[in-house]
């Protein structure tokens, strides 16, 4: 028997009479005559040699073939929209939007940079950038209300496609008059009793440092909570104690404010981070040539 032919027009006629119910309603939306739509229809039952459609209380119903037929068209026309969709952003040069979520750590350092890099290469594109937690990021590409995500590669990321991005580097931040200013590095355990200030109680940063303190059989003496790293460096610079915080992010303060930066140096102490996305081929091109230009910029080190 001859495969059936499954065009696209018939694939739409066929999900719009399933969904109406209806074979006239289902003609009218899709600008034929009633007749033009049995008659595609008939053929494919035809070809397969069973019923796809039954008449049953609340109008024309899908049959176990025709319920199999169903889910399969619409991941086929889905299919071929994001193709077209696709192909059309060749045709008129990168376009289109992109959501991303990304981590505190991450928007603090250098994303912004690499992302208006790419805006002004690709001026038609538009990006919209939300601060969210590590699991929050995860779950919004997962379920399809991100289309890309960056965040530290502590997080489970089974499932998604992710590629390296930057790395950062946590160092201990104190006034330049401390005196362990001068040191080249320093162990974590050596600088526990000195830490003052708290960063995002409950983040990933804040959770590492007190899973990696409770390996030593100690816990962190933070007398000072802030939300933000731009706080965590101004409570610094007041004279109020040191914190741990990543190079990356507070070295434009560090001149300003007249603070010393000294790396930690447990291996733990350098974090990578991720551009992930769903890894079901279902990302558009621009949130590709996206995540494929953060990759390259951080490779280069721009």
């Known amino acids: 028997m001859a495969a059936p032919d499954f065009d696209p027009v018939t694939l739409r006629l066929f999900v719009a009479v399933c969904e109406e119910g209806n074979i ?52 086929v026309l889905d299919v071929m929209a994001r193709m077209h969709a696709e192909l059309s952003e060749f045709a008129t040069g990168v376009q289109g939007s992109v959501r991303i979520v990304a981590a505190p750590s991450v928007l603090a350092e250098r994303l912004g940079e690499d992302i208006g890099l790419f805006l002004s290469a690709h001026p038609a594109v538009r990006v919209s950038l939300d601060e969210r937690t590590s699991p929050e990021i995860v779950r919004a590409v997962r379920e399809g209300a991100a ?95 040191p914190c741990i915080l990543p190079r990356e992010a507070v070295e434009g303060h560090a001149v ?3 603070l010393a930066l000294v790396p930690l140096s447990d291996a733990w102490a350098e974090r990578h981070f991720r551009v992930i996305t769903r890894a079901d081929g279902s990302a558009a091109a621009t949130t590709r040539q996206l995540a494929q230009h953060l990759a390259a910029s951080a490779r280069l080190g721009r």
């Open 256 to 258: 300003a404010a007249a």
């Open 24 to 75: 006239a309603r289902a003609a009218a939306r899709e600008a034929l005559v009633a007749s033009a739509v049995s008659k595609r229809i008939a053929a494919v039952e035809a070809q397969i040699g069973a019923p796809l459609l039954v008449r049953g209380r609340r109008g024309i119903e899908p049959t176990a073939a025709g319920q199999a037929l169903l889910r399969q068209a619409r991941q």
């Open 147 to 241: 289309d890309m995500g960056v965040l530290w590669d502590a997080t489970d990321l089974t499932g998604l496609a992710a590629t390296r991005y930057r790395t950062d580097h946590l160092c201990l931040v104190m006034a330049s008059n401390h005196r362990w200013a001068k040191r080249r590095r320093i162990a974590f355990a050596d600088a526990l009793d000195e830490l003052t200030v708290s960063v995002a109680p409950g983040g990933m940063m804040d959770v590492m440092l007190r899973r990696e303190a409770a390996r030593i059989g100690r816990s962190p003496g933070w007398r000072i909570q802030v939300s933000g790293m731009d706080a965590a460096a101004r409570i610094v610079a007041a004279g109020l104690g």
